[in-house]
């Protein structure tokens, strides 16, 4: 099957990740409260967005590869 | 009273693109669905990988998550039995032994591999109580997904159910089996990444592994069993008395560990049919084993929350409590909502909350995709309607999708009404399928074991079941649904779990051997030839395959078992 789950795989926790660590560093430092007083989104949001490059990398590696191989 | 959680803009952001990639995967894969074989077997095209994360998602509904940190308050560690005794073994023993069977046999389903080995009233009678199975464990998972969003968001029940159900038709109606997989493993990182910190951040709260073991320790002392009993697996499984669950470890091991475990990963539909959708044999062997190694690890991240909440609610001015019925009981069920509204900040919320969600939502399309391909292939195309057209079986499989996910809305509102009947239906499921396993070792290594024998087998294992509960009560119970209503009770089990491993182990050993006389006493109804591909002894050994040594299934298995008893022994 032409579908490689990869891509979706890494654009979602890539966004996530994003969403995530981009809160992380304008959100008031009051939520984090509850965290332990630990900024979490930042530093879990670090991890997603790691996660998210790397399945995306993977994806797009495979994609060239498929696409230059000679037929 | 129940807990509130309060989602901000960010985490409704999270939830809400979740769904539009879920829905999004089925769109992109409408185009694929060329014919039913892709509908309903993916094609047999998918990599190990996936078809592995699926496995173990697909398994990784309601049940799992709320239950096993449910427990993990109740038990503590002793929860891990139910991976580390019971899932791997199984999982492993599924991979290395009975995958050639299965995915060899070219059978589609579960049930047609009982009809090609015993006949065709063994296939009928466990199709007929498959399909009716996982609709009622759909419905009940909406349910308790509704629930859920009604009680933490304080969404409408019947906008909550009708919003679930509509997701889940429309992926599945797009993209069949290959969708449901493929979402099952955007969930299973969805748990991982929302559930990871959660568990985490208790850990540390409790001040860690240690601080654990101490308040685990005030808090096993304070119910009169020995200090360790919440944080040592194995120490306190001696006698019944001993440890929280009530189960010594010769009904621990045998019960759960051999026949409820065996009976259900080897061979329960839902799960096969992920490895069954493997792109070939060896990828189909590797799919329980890769499914191993994650799940192996699964305790700390959903049981250990549970400890966690146990450790925390020793601490009465801690400002972290369950909360309680009209008796005082801790809602046990409650430990994850409750830790995700206490410890994660806005942002990670949403991300824990939309694991949540998903894993309720997957433990719904797992078993509409069940039912479909058993409706469709094992009572459809072979009852009602055989013959037609491959375009008028997809078509079918949509429809059964519709159906099937409208009837689970109708089973989710009658959980809502009648809560007695549910907990009754999935008794009777366990009277079904604790024997089904017997019939399975039998079918796959005895060549003499006949159609009549499984058949009648199988009926008398069940009705051994029935009568086992009926004739036995776990203590504190009246005579009802709990057991006892058979008018006698010749035993008093001390917790239900007890009697719920030894109604299996009955179950089984019932089956086991009413089969083997039944088919000694009948003549084989099927011939050595027809069993080639089908049972050990007349299948020709594999031959060994070029795969380098990390792929092979039996390497994968002994790493796998050797890593599971190191857990088991770091934590006796």
Request: with cysteine; charged share 10%.
């Amino acid at each position: 099957m032409n579908f490689d789950l990869r891509l979706p795989l890494g654009l979602i926790f890539t966004l996530f990740g994003l969403m995530l660590t981009g809160y992380g560093m304008v959100s008031d430092r009051a939520i984090y409260a509850r965290s332990l007083g630990l900024n979490l989104n930042l530093g879990w949001g670090a991890v997603v967005l790691a996660f998210g490059l790397w399945m995306g990398t993977l994806a797009l590696l495979a994609r060239r590869k498929r696409h230059t191989k000679p037929r | 009273m129940n807990p509130t959680l309060s989602l901000g803009g960010i985490d409704y952001a999270i939830l809400i693109i979740y769904f539009v990639f879920v829905v999004g995967i089925g769109w992109v894969l409408k185009t694929h669905m060329k014919g039913s074989s892709d509908f309903f077997m993916s094609g047999r095209s998918i990599p190990a990988w996936i078809t592995g994360l699926a496995f173990l998602s697909a398994n990784l509904g309601a049940q799992e998550v709320i239950g096993m940190a449910a427990s993990g308050a109740q038990y503590g560690i002793a929860t891990s039995h139910f991976y580390w005794i019971g899932a791997i073994p199984a999982m492993v023993f599924l991979g290395i032994f009975m995958m050639p069977f299965y995915y060899g046999s070219k059978a589609h389903s579960v049930p047609e591999y009982l009809r090609l080995r015993y006949d065709e009233k063994t296939r009928a009678f466990n199709a007929g109580t498959f399909a009716v199975m996982t609709i009622f464990s759909s419905g009940i998972s909406l349910y308790a997904l509704a629930k859920l969003l009604e009680s933490l968001l304080h969404w409408n029940f019947n906008a909550s159910i009708a919003v679930s159900a509509v997701v889940v038709l429309v992926y599945i109606t797009l993209g069949g089996l290959t969708s449901a997989i493929y979402n099952e493993v955007l969930q299973f990182f969805m748990i991982v990444f929302g559930f990871a910190p959660l568990a985490w951040i208790g850990l540390r709260d409790a001040g860690g592994w240690e601080g654990l073991k101490a308040r685990l320790a005030t808090a096993a002392t304070a119910n009169h069993f020995a200090p360790g009993t919440y944080t040592q697996s194995w120490q306190h499984m001696g006698s019944a008395s001993s440890n929280p669950m009530g189960v010594e470890w010769f009904g621990l091991a045998m019960g759960l560990g051999f026949v409820l475990s065996f009976g259900y990963w080897c061979t329960d539909f839902l799960v096969v049919q992920r490895a069954m959708a493997a792109n070939s044999m060896s990828a189909a062997r590797r799919t329980p084993l890769i499914a191993a190694f994650p799940k192996m690890l699964f305790p700390f991240l959903v049981i250990l929350p549970g400890m966690v909440a146990l450790g925390l609610m020793q601490d009465k001015h801690g400002g972290f409590a369950l909360p309680t019925d009209a008796h005082g009981t801790p809602d046990y069920n409650m430990v994850i909502p409750v830790m995700l509204g206490h410890y994660l900040p806005s942002g990670l919320l949403g991300l824990g909350f939309t694991a949540l969600a998903a894993a309720f939502m997957s433990g719904m399309a797992g078993n509409v995709t069940a039912f479909n391909t058993v409706w469709t292939y094992d009572l459809y195309q072979s009852y009602i309607a055989p013959g037609k057209s491959d375009k008028h079986y997809l078509m079918m499989g949509r429809l059964a999708t519709i159906v099937g996910v409208l009837v689970s809305v109708g089973a989710a509102y009658l959980a809502s009404k009648f809560n007695n009947i549910m907990n009754l239906l999935q008794l009777v499921f366990a009277f079904v399928n604790a024997p089904l396993f017997a019939t399975f070792l039998l079918g796959m290594f005895w060549r003499r074991a006949t159609g009549h024998g499984a058949f009648w087998g199988l009926l008398s294992g069940t009705a051994i079941a029935a009568i086992h509960h009926g004739v036995t009560l776990p203590i504190g119970n009246e005579p009802g649904v709990k057991g006892g209503w058979l008018g006698t009770v010749l035993h008093t089990y001390p917790s239900e779990m007890a009697q719920n491993f030894w109604t299996a182990i009955f179950a089984w050993t019932g089956c086991f051997l009413i089969t083997i006389a039944i088919s000694l006493a009948t003549k084989k109804n099927r011939t050595d030839a027809e069993l080639k591909g089908l049972v050990y002894s007349l299948t020709p050994k594999a031959v060994p395959l070029h795969e380098p040594w990390y792929e092979r299934p039996v390497v994968l298995g002994v790493v796998v078992l050797g890593a599971t008893l190191a857990l088991n022994l770091i934590f006796a």
